[in-house]
């Protein structure tokens, strides 16, 4: 039997868009209209399987109902431009899965869908129409059915005849009658006055249609309402003329043009690519040249296992380049064990199981020769992992995932599936889809993951080409091959390295919060005048809004909120919650950072090996996990002591800390070209206290420890474009006040205002900014129509070549100390990088040397039109370096 599935193409659009966030590609086009639409798309085929479908659209605003009511649609807002533009994508992506589409100038959607469910319903088709407008439910019959969109597009309800009469009690076309009577605010349709659902469905289950209850308004009950029926009895008829659906406009697609054969995978994966939707890649069916890993009997990939006696026969299989992809179980690679490796090049493609690969000494040797390139996923990651494991790697000619990041640093850690959506033709199961999430994840059998790792490897070595062809055009080549490739190998050195933790110290850390808490646990029951649990939200609330009656500022859907916030800002209330507070912030001291870190402690090394992220804030900055050395608290003095447990691996050495003065104030002076700030920073002024001079017109023995403090609020907060409103809240004052600062900041620092406008104009013309070095940030949301994405697109363009270059100074500041004490032959080491700091351990007798080698290396990093200035300190722990 024929089924014919009819879709709303505007209903579904409009649905999908408000439903998802906003979504955008790298070059910044808004797909998330489309992600929706196409999730939805992908069920239907998948779940009803038609034999026929179509799409309806809306051809224009003006349709036949406005002749009969000029304000029909009337009270709708204007189209957002960011969906106006997924109209032309739907619609590609329709022809992708050839799909017929049709719309005619004059008519809406609903009576495209209305005329054809009539036509289907003569030749006794099955027809389900997909929509989210309620009124279409007036075209349900025995043979049609409509699937209502729930929760925007995720979820449908079906309705039949015997739905809508347990729902409504009607018969399908009453739904028509129903919307005469109550009209329909989204179409601007009036309806009678004061006549919501309820009433309107009381009256037709007792008059049964719009022509029968105007016909007996002297019967219905209630006054009122019989007055409202009597004064708009043309509106109840025009507003039923409004929701009748046309069942005969001159369509000229017959359903028997609407046949549906299915679609070709290579279309739609090249439509999907373009959209970059990776996650439905994996949910293509069909035959296709790019999915050789879906189609294993149509398709075969080609590879070959090396067995642990077989491995000579391959050893001219060792070629260069060569992609290399290094299969871990598990994310933190310091522990992980190695399940094997992937080998590709030019029509070879190979998996050698761990256990072959480190007995198989040609291949080992092929590894560790740094003539033979290699093209590798994550180098760092790699290089540290295999040293676990007593494995050399060198010779890494390309890191594809640094190069992904440099393209796009929006897009958080992809995977090789994820390239391989772009750049590759061989298809790339997700990790996640092969072994599962979470408590679920497992192994699976060795063909699927030799299979696996050999694609993997396949997909890597096809990348590489475009990959490099593209980061020629963008002309990041430079900065992966002279920052990025180069750090990574430094920082796999230090990763190797860790640092010595005194686990000792930490214990007796432990102790003494512990006797903190208890003595802070004592003073907030007395306090509170009972007992009760500090960390449970529920019982503190009652304690604070019942007991001790203190205002209520914020609510959540549990009650009272006590979230760190809301406490500060209740402090002047009472003194228990300075205690809770201190309480907090002790437990969380306690449980994240001496126990998080006694547990990070290497058993074999007695050190932490910390994971340096190479590549995943879109400014460049590293960031650390595995611990996370780099969020240690230290405005709080018992935060700061937890860097006492942090020593030298080596007796009678020390810790050397090597720290950039305001670094980020010191760019913003360079690319800026602002007079008064160079001025300040060539001179070695305290820059917040010039500052102050300025924009409080006195002189240096005039400025108030108030004026610097409101001074430095402002230099920091410029970095970061902070409003008017933000000063405010950082200084406590009203945010007039703020304002006025603000103003007096940029008539003496005018460069920097001048800066502030022109990256702002550049980046809308260009779509992204870039750092000193090149470093390249997309703005997607630059000419957003909504306010607060663009205002934070602006914040960010402003910011980001800021913090942007400021990271990239200590990232080459890295490089050229590691090359430093390499050349010297000296044996102090680098160890940690904590924002724009640098650990080193040192033996006595470099001490003297190192004190001058840091700051000198460091403060030329790169040349600036400011001096970049560096701290020094040194002493037995990371501790007493401050």
Request: charged content about 25%; proline content about 4%; hydrophobic content about 40%.
């Amino acid at each position: 039997m024929s089924h014919l599935v009819l879709i709303d193409g505007n209903s579904i659009a409009n649905r999908a868009f408000y439903a998802l966030p906003l979504l955008s590609t790298s070059a910044g086009l808004h797909t998330n209209a489309v992600l929706g639409f196409t999730t939805m798309l992908l069920k239907v085929l998948d779940e009803m399987k038609p034999t026929h479908v179509l799409v309806a659209f809306d051809a224009g605003k003006v349709v036949f109902r406005h002749s009969e009511f000029a304000e029909y649609k009337g009270g709708r807002s204007k189209t957002p431009p960011e969906l106006s533009e997924q109209f032309p994508l739907i619609r590609e992506l329709l022809d992708a899965f050839s799909i017929q589409r049709f719309e005619l100038e004059g008519y809406e959607a609903d009576d495209i869908i209305g005329t054809l469910t009539l036509r289907a319903d003569e030749n006794n088709w099955k027809t389900t129409v997909i929509t989210g407008d309620k009124d279409m439910l007036q075209l349900v019959s025995d043979n049609v059915s409509v699937a209502l969109t729930r929760k925007g597009v995720s979820e449908i309800e079906m309705y039949t005849p015997q739905e809508i009469s347990e729902k409504y009690g009607l018969k399908p076309l009453q739904i028509i009658d129903l919307k005469g009577l109550m009209g329909d605010s989204s179409d601007n349709i009036p309806g009678v006055p004061g006549v919501g659902e309820k009433t309107a469905l009381k009256l037709l289950h007792e008059y049964g249609s719009v022509e029968s209850v105007l016909e007996n308004i002297d019967k219905v009950s209630g006054k009122k309402l019989q007055e409202n029926l009597r004064e708009n009895v043309d509106k109840a008829k025009l507003s039923k003329a409004l929701a009748t659906i046309m069942r005969d406009a001159p369509v000229e697609v017959d359903v028997e043009e609407t046949a549906y054969a299915g679609y070709t995978a290579d279309s739609v994966i090249e439509f999907f690519k373009k959209m970059e939707f990776k996650s439905l890649l994996p949910k293509v069916k069909g035959t296709s040249n790019a999915v050789e890993g879906e189609q294993r009997d149509a398709a075969p990939f080609a590879f070959d296992v090396v067995y642990s006696g077989d491995a000579e026969r391959f050893e001219d299989k060792l070629t260069s380049p060569m992609a290399v992809c290094v299969e871990m179980d598990g994310e933190n690679y310091h522990r992980a064990p190695i399940l094997g490796f992937g080998l590709a090049a030019k029509g070879v493609s190979l998996y050698i199981p761990f256990d072959v690969a480190k007995e198989w000494s040609a291949f080992r040797q092929w590894l560790a020769d740094e003539t033979k390139e290699k093209w590798v996923f994550d180098g760092k990651r790699d290089t540290v992992g295999l040293a676990w494991h007593g494995l050399d790697m060198a010779g890494i000619g390309f890191d594809i995932y640094l190069a992904s990041y440099l393209l796009n640093a929006a897009e958080s850690s992809p995977q090789v599936s994820d390239i391989a959506v772009h750049y590759a033709d061989v298809r790339v199961m997700p990790d996640e889809e092969v072994y599962g999430k979470g408590a679920k994840r497992l192994v699976p059998e060795t063909d699927v993951l030799s299979e696996h790792v050999a694609l993997k490897a396949a997909a890597m070595y096809q990348s590489v080409p475009k990959i490099k062809e593209e980061m020629g055009a963008s002309k990041l080549d430079e900065l992966l091959d002279q920052m990025e490739g180069p750090l990574s190998l430094v920082l796999a050195t230090m990763e190797k390295q860790g640092v010595k933790v005194n686990e000792q110290r930490l214990q007796q850390m432990g102790e003494e919060l512990d006797a903190q808490l208890e003595k802070l646990t004592g003073q907030i029951y007395e306090l509170a005048g009972t007992s009760f649990n500090i960390n449970s939200p529920k019982q503190l609330g009652e304690i604070l809004f019942d007991k001790l009656a203190l205002p209520v500022l914020k609510k959540t859907k549990t009650g009272p909120s006590t979230s760190a916030d809301v406490l500060e800002k209740l402090a002047p209330y009472h003194p228990i919650i300075e205690s809770i507070l201190h309480f907090r912030q002790l437990g969380k001291l306690r449980s994240t950072y001496i126990e998080g870190l006694t547990k990070e402690i290497h058993p074999g090394t007695g050190k932490v090996h910390t994971i340096f992220n190479q590549a995943t804030t879109a400014t460049g900055r590293l960031s650390s996990t595995d611990p996370n050395l780099q969020n240690i608290p230290i405005r709080l003095e018992e935060g700061r002591k937890i860097r006492e447990a942090f020593i030298p691996s080596e007796e009678g050495w020390f810790m050397l800390a090597a720290d950039y003065s305001q670094i980020e104030l010191r760019v913003l002076a360079h690319i800026s070209g602002d007079e008064n700030l160079i001025d300040a920073f060539q001179k070695g002024m305290d820059i917040h206290t010039r500052t102050a001079m300025d924009v409080f017109d006195v002189s240096e023995d005039e400025v108030t420890s108030l004026m610097r403090r409101q001074a430095k609020a402002v230099n920091f907060g410029i970095v970061y474009g902070i409003s008017d409103y933000g000063l405010s809240q950082n200084l406590n004052i009203t945010r007039k006040e703020a304002g006025e600062f603000i103003e007096r900041y940029f008539a003496v620092f005018s460069g920097v205002k001048r800066y502030m406008e022109d990256i702002v104009k550049q980046a809308k013309e260009d779509g992204f900014v870039t750092t000193l070095l090149n470093r390249r940030r997309y703005l997607p949301d630059i000419k957003s129509s909504n306010f607060n994405l663009r205002s934070f697109a602006e914040r960010t363009a402003m910011n980001t070549p800021i913090q942007g270059t400021a990271a990239d100074i200590i990232k080459l500041a890295m490089i050229r100390m590691q090359e430093s004490l390499q050349e010297k032959g000296l044996k102090s080491r680098m160890l940690l990088q904590v924002h724009d700091e640098l650990i080193f351990e040192v033996p006595t007798e470099e001490l003297d040397i190192m004190q001058q080698l840091v700051p000198d290396v460091m403060e030329n990093a790169l040349k600036l039109e400011v001096p970049l200035k560096v701290d020094v300190n040194y002493g037995r722990s990371w501790y007493e370096a401050k």
